[in-house]
């Protein structure tokens, strides 16, 4: 009797004490059902069969988390991660270039400048005009220059972006080794703290995954261990961070690999072009690709606006003449010199009367110091290289001024004019949209423009007018080269085409918005799917207050019966103790 009494007291309390700590639990999931990242927790006894029956003997708590579905979370969010940070800098890219139609964008600028050379024609001494020519000249390279200066900057800031991400990444894999420190020390003694370590790790892997993309696995101690898509580890018994020394300003020249610090994994792998998503994967997109091209394509064009204005302007005189025409482009006097053809270089005075003329031949002149020293030798004319190496041709007489026409002049590979060869009569110059500016003379006096032309009579004698007023030759043709078929090397995303200056600055603004949009639209499906992969795994790991509500009313109800039925065995002792008495 005594036996069984003991053996149901035992069942009881061991009963008792099962529900207790399923309590526990129930409650300790509720009051976190909220919480980022906690997982539903759940105990599951351990039994053992007797003599007296089957009893609970202690038990294990339980985590719902499922690492399948982290997996799937964890690739999403490595996804979402790299577009987010495409989509928002690409957008800030094309607010900076505003639209084919906007008031101040590439193409208005441009569509600005040649209406008022059509108006220019009309009245081609208008002073005004032409100071109005030179000033939406000026707001054409101020534009092509803020854009590149924006694009510049933009990589300046992903540059610093992408250290201030590595720096998380280090930290998460700091704080993974550490929780996997924890797990170890945890396992076997304290089940709800293992748990909760697991929870965090898991948090800290996702968080993890948002900034690089990475491959992981769990070992047989339940210690997580990670790898840079390269192979490269990036945490196995200890974390092993990334490395890297970002430059503090990019300019268009300053490009990886070379002008930019590699990545590097273990302190010696370059893992730059190995990444496959998360944030860094965007930054370094950016960086390397995306605004690189969109570089790549202003100065494209900024070189095509240059060599298209220049050479019709160098075809062109300028009435009055300018005493000296100074070329753009340096030159020592070493140089080899290859052209072909006949010049005509005369000295003029204010009314384009010709004080002195001579067609010069350049065909036997095998370098540019040659030149200069046939162009010295010219009546009126002094010829020089300055300092800088720019060609310097002079009127002897400061109150006259120097003309060219190019007549069947060719020099270079480019086939370019004479003067245009020289920059002598140039309205644009620098190698790119980051550095084109208006020549100096302009800048200086608008009145200069080369705008008409030197004759090229056979008849042509000293005496005569040279450039006639009111000629619009060389206007009418700037005024046609914004729809002038040029052809453009293949720039950024562009390929080699042939189109005008006008289609080419339109397709920048307009390629870059639908980058920008099509970056938009995989942000947002990336997202929605990332949202149903983390609604699918809350559904299935995460707390629902109702049921756990109703397992804890269950188990109170448990608890009582099992407090009641001790009770009861307290009841029966006192009974047989009485007996025995």
Not at 56 to 79: F, W
Not at 323 to 331: I, K, R, W
Not at 433 to 461: C, F, K, P, R
């Amino acid at each position: 009797m005594t036996l069984s009494l003991l053996s149901a007291l035992q069942t009881s309390f061991r009963g008792l004490e099962a529900t207790e700590q399923q309590i526990k639990i129930a409650a300790q999931n509720i009051t976190n059902a909220d919480r980022p990242g906690y997982t539903r927790k759940s105990f599951q006894p351990d039994y053992i069969t007797g003599n007296f029956g089957t009893i609970p003997v202690g038990g294990t708590v339980v985590s719902a988390l499922n690492k399948s579905l982290l997996e799937g979370v964890i690739d999403d969010k490595t996804v979402v991660g790299q577009k987010t940070v495409v989509a928002e800098y690409l957008e800030n890219y094309v607010r900076r270039t505003g639209n084919v139609v906007s008031d101040f964008s590439l193409t208005s600028t441009l569509n600005d400048f040649f209406a008022h050379l059509d108006l220019l024609a009309i009245a081609p001494e208008n002073r005004a005009q032409k100071e109005q020519i030179v000033s939406d000249a000026e707001v054409i390279t101020l534009y092509l220059r803020d854009l590149s200066d924006g694009i510049q900057k933009q990589r300046t800031e992903v540059e610093q972006e992408i250290d201030k991400t590595i720096d998380r990444i280090n930290q998460s894999l700091a704080t993974i080794s550490n929780i996997n420190d924890k797990i170890i020390r945890t396992t076997g003694k304290d089940d709800i703290a293992l748990a909760e370590f697991e929870d965090v790790r898991a948090i800290e892997l996702q968080k993890l995954a948002e900034e690089i993309d990475i491959t992981y696995y769990f070992d047989e101690r339940n210690r997580v261990q990670i790898y840079h898509p390269s192979g490269q580890p990036m945490l196995l018994h200890r974390d092993i961070p990334l490395t890297f020394d970002p430059v503090a300003t990019l300019t268009g020249t300053v490009t990886y690999p070379g002008g930019l610090n590699p990545i590097l994994a273990n302190g010696v792998s370059d893992v730059t072009q190995n990444l496959r998503g998360g944030k860094l994967a965007g930054l370094v997109e950016l960086r390397d690709v995306s605004l690189v091209e969109e570089q790549e394509k202003l100065d494209e064009f900024a070189v095509q606006l240059r060599d298209t204005i220049n050479a019709v302007l160098n075809t062109g005189a300028a009435r009055p003449p300018r005493n000296q025409l100074v070329g753009e482009q340096g030159f020592a006097g070493g140089d080899p010199f290859a052209g072909v053809g006949t010049i005509r270089i005369a000295v003029t005075d204010n009314s384009g009367i010709v004080q002195s003329f001579t067609d010069l031949n350049i065909g036997g002149f095998g370098t540019v110091g040659a030149v200069v020293g046939a162009i010295n030798g010219l009546a009126g004319i002094t010829a020089s290289l300055s300092v800088s190496g720019e060609l310097l041709v002079t009127s002897t007489d400061p109150t006259r001024g120097v003309s060219i026409n190019e007549m069947t002049s060719s020099v270079g590979g480019s086939n370019l004019g004479f003067s245009h060869y020289f920059g002598l009569n140039s309205m644009f110059t620098g190698i790119g949209a980051e550095d084109i500016t208006i020549s100096d003379y302009l800048l200086a006096d608008s009145d200069y423009l080369a705008l008409g032309q030197l004759s090229n009579s056979v008849t042509l004698a000293v005496g005569d007018t040279g450039i006639t007023l009111g000629d619009v030759s060389v206007t009418r043709a700037l005024s046609t080269a914004l729809d002038t078929t040029v052809t453009f090397n293949a720039a950024g995303d562009f390929a080699a085409q042939n189109v005008s200056l006008r289609i080419y600055a339109e397709s920048i603004m307009a390629r870059a918005a639908l980058k920008a949009s099509i970056a938009q639209d995989e942000l947002d499906s990336a997202q929605i799917i990332l949202q149903q992969e983390e609604d699918f795994m809350n559904n299935i790991t995460g707390v629902n207050i109702d049921e756990e509500t109703a397992i804890l009313l269950e188990l109170e109800s448990y608890y009582q019966a099992s407090a009641q039925v001790i009770a009861v065995i307290k009841g029966l002792f006192e009974e047989l103790m009485a007996a025995v008495r």
